[in-house]
Structures are given as C-alpha cells and as structure tokens.
C-alpha cells in the first residue's frame, strides 16, 4: 500500500513538472505545484488548481502525504474544493483520511454575502453556525492573511489567529531566489507564509509531531526571471 502511494507522489510531481514546461501561462494555467517536505525529505505533495469562472473561481485542492518514521504514521489524503463569487468565499466542501480518521464536511455561506454568516456540517464535525467571516485555513491565497478567524480544513476546528508581515524578501526555491512578502501566523495556528507578486503562496513552514513540514512550490519559475 505504502509502495503504491509513494508512485502516485512521485508521478504526481513528474505531471507537475511536465505541465509546467508545456504551459504557455506565467502561472503554469493556474495550477500551483507544491512539494511536501520532512525535515527537508520528500513526503509528498499538494495541488491546487484554480479555474476561473464567469462570476468567480472554482478552486480545487489535493494533498498527499505518506512517510513512516519509526512509530509515527504520516499519511494525509485531503481534497477540497471552493467555491468563490469574485473574492467572496461562498462554499468549500472537504473529505480528508487524517492518519485513519476520515472526515467529510461542507461549509456553505450566507447567499447575499453581507454579514459573513455561514453553516459547517458533516461526518466528524459537529453542526455550526457562525458569522465571524472566517475562511477554512487555505493558504493558497495571500487575502487569507487578513484573517483573524479561521477554520480547520480537516474537521473545521474553529481558530483564532493573528498575521503579522515581517517583510519582503529573497525565497530561495529551486536554488534559484524568488521575491517574496514573508508573513507569521500565530495564535491557535502557527505558520511561517511566504508569497510571491502574484498573490500565490511560494512556501509555508510549520512543525507536525515534533518535525519541520514544509510546502514549497516547485512551479514559480517565472517568478525568478
């Protein structure tokens, strides 16, 4: 089973480098291309892929992450998809195997978008309502810095955070540098953000069971020029 996921990892980043030598587009047609890192291994990756549509975008996510350490299992199989009217989230719906636990939920925001209220329900995650404009912690998207009230993608934990800028600085990505905006995230999430001049994410640096994870982008070439 390890084996036959370890392959899909693997081919998941050679399609993703393929795309990105055919794609004519800056953005490689708007999909980004993340590897996931363990202490600085390859344990995996992440897509996104935004389609642009006539009121909005539709986003749709996928994350994989399989390695063995000792006793600890990391394996993480998450896809999401979100719906946006402009810059207005208005749905996300999520299935994620987090090491053994499965979860399903869909969140679903208030159609005339004023007062940011929304319903999260599903299959380990109790029924909420709330109407603190929070987004799912999806970082893709360097507008999430502006929160202060996110939820869990896995079972929509609610989270109380803070953003703060530190600066612009020289990512080093594909040991070439990339500029890039450097943010901190602290309060029930803690995370190290770095985008690039299109408002993509280039990297996010957090710790899990004790070890550094890294998501780095691997498709932001263009960027670098």
């Given at each position: 089973?390890?084996?036959?996921?370890?392959?899909?990892?693997?081919?998941?980043?050679?399609?993703?480098?393929?795309?990105?030598?055919?794609?004519?587009?800056?953005?490689?047609?708007?999909?980004?291309?993340?590897?996931?890192?363990?202490?600085?291994e390859p344990i995996g990756y992440e897509k996104v892929d935004i389609t642009q549509t006539a009121n909005g975008r539709t986003v749709e996510v996928e994350?994989?992450?399989?390695?063995?350490?000792?006793?600890?299992?990391?394996?993480?199989?998450?896809?999401?998809?979100?719906?946006?009217?402009?810059?207005?989230l208005v749905s996300v719906k999520t299935t994620t195997n987090d090491d053994g636990t499965h979860y399903t939920y869909?969140?679903?925001?208030?159609?005339?978008?004023?007062?940011?209220?929304?319903d999260v329900a599903g299959k380990g995650v109790g029924k909420r309502n709330a109407c603190d404009g929070a987004w799912p912690l999806t970082l893709w998207l360097e507008d999430v810095t502006a929160k202060s009230h996110?939820?869990?993608?896995?079972?929509?934990?609610?989270?109380?955070?803070?953003?703060?800028?530190?600066?612009?600085?020289?990512?080093?990505?594909e040991n070439r540098e990339t500029p890039?905006?450097?943010?901190?995230?602290?309060?029930?999430?803690?995370?190290?953000?770095?985008?690039?001049?299109?408002?993509?994410?280039?990297?996010?640096?957090f710790k899990r069971k004790g070890y550094d994870?890294?998501?780095v982008r691997v498709d932001a070439i263009a960027l670098q020029e």
């Open positions: 089973m390890r084996n036959r996921v370890l392959k899909r990892t693997v081919s998941a980043l050679a399609t993703g480098s393929v795309a990105l030598l055919m794609a004519p587009s800056a953005y490689a047609g708007d999909i980004l291309n993340f590897r996931v890192l363990k202490d600085g994350t994989l992450t399989d390695v063995r350490v000792l006793f600890l299992q990391f394996h993480y199989d998450h896809q999401r998809t979100e719906q946006w009217h402009g810059n207005q869909q969140a679903d925001y208030q159609a005339d978008y004023q007062a940011d209220c929304y996110l939820y869990s993608v896995i079972n929509a934990e609610p989270y109380a955070v803070q953003t703060t800028k530190v600066g612009d600085e020289k990512l080093r990505i890039a905006t450097h943010y901190e995230m602290s309060g029930d999430v803690e995370r190290d953000l770095w985008y690039g001049s299109d408002g993509y994410l280039l990297k996010t640096s994870i890294d998501f």
